[in-house]
């Protein structure tokens, strides 16, 4: 099966300072990445779509200056969390796009889970 | 009413049972259908993929479709408590939107 990888996998870190999370696929490429968040319990929210080369899509209510995403590479997107604050603790975890051999759906990372102090 | 329906359960069985996930939804225009296994504090893993109505069998995964019914089904034989997870349904239109539009989950404990 396809794998996508995330890093770091938990951080801690305290109110101000910024985060970034890596989301790379190891063994396809992908031009769209996702990236969402869960909060326990709960099934998983879209923040934005990543596209290779061009601006994420972010959607309704996620702030886009404080959720910065990154997709320089075909293997390759970041997410980083720009002054973060207790309200931004959360299990953040992307997904990449696979449209190959007639199946097109997304592959999930691991997830990484931020506590911001 | 929300696009996807997902019963989250929690649903506790013994080992060895036969296990029904179900979804409904309420937009045709939904093309293809996923299963996903998320176990605590991980991504999610895609288990099952299907794009037509009709059955799809993998090991002890099957993944059924009606799309007349606009239902999702997935059944899992002779369940072991390491299927113990949250199962999520997902779908997605097809061609340039593929977002997925998730089930909430159910949560799933296989006891021993």
């Known amino acids: 099966g396809a794998v996508v990888s995330q890093h770091p996998s938990r951080v801690i870190c305290k109110s101000g300072t910024s985060v970034k999370i890596e989301c790379r696929s190891l063994?396809?490429?992908?031009?769209?990445m996702f990236w969402y968040r869960q909060f326990p319990k709960q099934s998983l929210m879209l923040m934005a779509t990543?596209?290779?080369?061009?601006?994420?899509?972010?959607e309704q209510g996620v702030e886009k200056d404080k959720f910065l995403i990154n997709h320089a590479s075909l293997t390759l997107s970041t997410l980083t969390v720009t002054s973060a604050h207790p309200e931004d603790s959360s299990f953040y975890i992307c997904?990449?796009?696979?449209?190959?051999?007639?199946?097109?759906?997304?592959?999930f990372g691991p997830g990484t889970r931020l506590t911001v102090l | 009413q929300k696009e996807v329906e997902q019963d989250p359960g929690p649903l506790s069985v013994p080992e060895g049972a036969i296990v029904s996930l179900n979804c409904t939804y309420s937009n045709s225009a939904f093309q293809y259908f996923m299963w996903y296994r998320q176990y605590s504090r991980k991504g999610p893993e895609l288990l099952m993929y299907?794009?037509?109505?009709g059955n799809k069998e993998d090991g002890r995964f099957t993944a059924q479709v009606d799309k007349s019914s606009k239902y999702i089904s997935l059944f899992i034989r002779d369940s072991q408590p390491s299927d113990s997870a949250t199962y999520l349904c997902?779908?997605?239109?097809?061609?340039?939107?593929?977002?997925?539009?998730f089930g909430k989950g159910t949560l799933l404990t296989v006891n021993p």
């Open positions: 997904s990449a796009r696979r449209d190959s051999y007639g199946t097109d759906t997304q592959y």
């Open positions: 063994d396809f490429q992908a031009t769209t």
């Open positions: 997902a779908m997605s239109y097809g061609g340039s939107n593929y977002k997925l539009t």
């Open positions: 990543s596209n290779e080369g061009s601006k994420a899509t972010y």
């Open positions: 299907t794009y037509s109505s």
